[in-house]
T-cell receptor, first 118, second 115 residues
Framework: AQKITQTQPGMFVQEKEAVTLDCTYD???????LFWYKQPSSGEMIFLIY??????QNATEGRYSLNFQKARKSANLVISASQLGDSAMYFC???????????????FGPGTSLSVIP | GAGVSQSPSNKVTEKGKDVELRCDPI?????LYWYRQSLGQGLEFLIY????????KSGLPSDRFSAERTGGSVSTLTIQRTQQEDSAVYLC?????????????FGDGTRLSIL
């Protein structure tokens, strides 16, 4: 079963506008972490933001914020004031629990391609 | 260095040859991960290390794939008798620990092309 779902394969946003990239996840763990990564066309994976399952506040990092709705199991990334350099693939990822030796890895969603239009 | 270093950055080889990919994690990071990313696809988890130990090898695509880590630092991913379907970008990442709040820091990857 898909653990991480990103329903938007491609998104367009006007420069300087805000955009929301969707992510839903599936886990039975109480303790987990959610991450967003950016992958520009150059290929490197860049860590953007982290949200812990017990964090009461939504995470923010500069222009990035994470809209965490635990009951709905969603962790949408909001990028404010989009810039041309934001054009990239964006991956939502989850790490479940802690030190589960049989299943301790970060699971990535299929990604959303964001294009910022001048 | 400051980040995760992978070598070579590009590798072109003939089908049937063996290849060895290297990853040098961030100093002090105990956890190390290997992923594979095919063109236009997401990340496929291969294997992770806690120290020198790899508790879960089930993500390796076949018995032609193996990985080791020595000294709690450098890791090598070896692919024997390469096939064309092995062509992909192989990404290595490290994190300080395996705790769920630890982000992974990625290297630039090795682009492997099998002719």
């Amino acid at each position: 079963a898909q653990k991480i779902t990103q329903t938007q394969p491609g998104m367009f946003v006007q420069e300087k506008e805000a955009v929301t990239l969707d992510c839903t996840y599936d886990t039975s763990d109480q303790s987990y972490g959610l991450f967003w990564y950016k992958q520009p066309s150059s290929g490197e994976m860049i860590f953007l933001i982290y949200q812990g399952s017990y964090d009461e506040q939504n995470a923010t990092e500069g222009r990035y914020s994470l809209n965490f709705q635990k009951a709905r199991k969603s962790a949408n990334l909001v990028i404010s004031a989009s810039q041309l350099g934001d054009s990239a693939m964006y991956f939502c990822a989850m790490r479940e629990g802690q030190m589960k030796t049989s299943y301790d890895k970060v699971i990535f969603g299929p990604g959303t391609s964001l294009s910022v239009i001048p | 260095g400051a980040g995760v270093s992978q070598s070579p950055s590009n590798k072109v080889t003939e089908k049937g040859k063996d290849v060895e990919l290297r990853c040098d994690p961030i100093s002090g990071h105990t956890a190390l991960y290997w992923y594979r990313q095919s063109l236009g696809q997401g990340l496929e988890f291969l294997i992770y290390f806690q120290g020198n130990s790899a508790p879960d090898k089930s993500g390796l695509p076949s018995d032609r794939f193996s990985a080791e880590r020595t000294g709690g630092s450098v890791s090598t991913l070896t692919i024997q008798r390469t096939q064309q379907e092995d062509s992909a970008v192989y990404l290595c990442a490290s994190s300080l620990t395996l705790h769920s709040n630890q982000p992974q820091h990625f290297g630039d990857g090795t682009r492997l092309s099998i002719l």
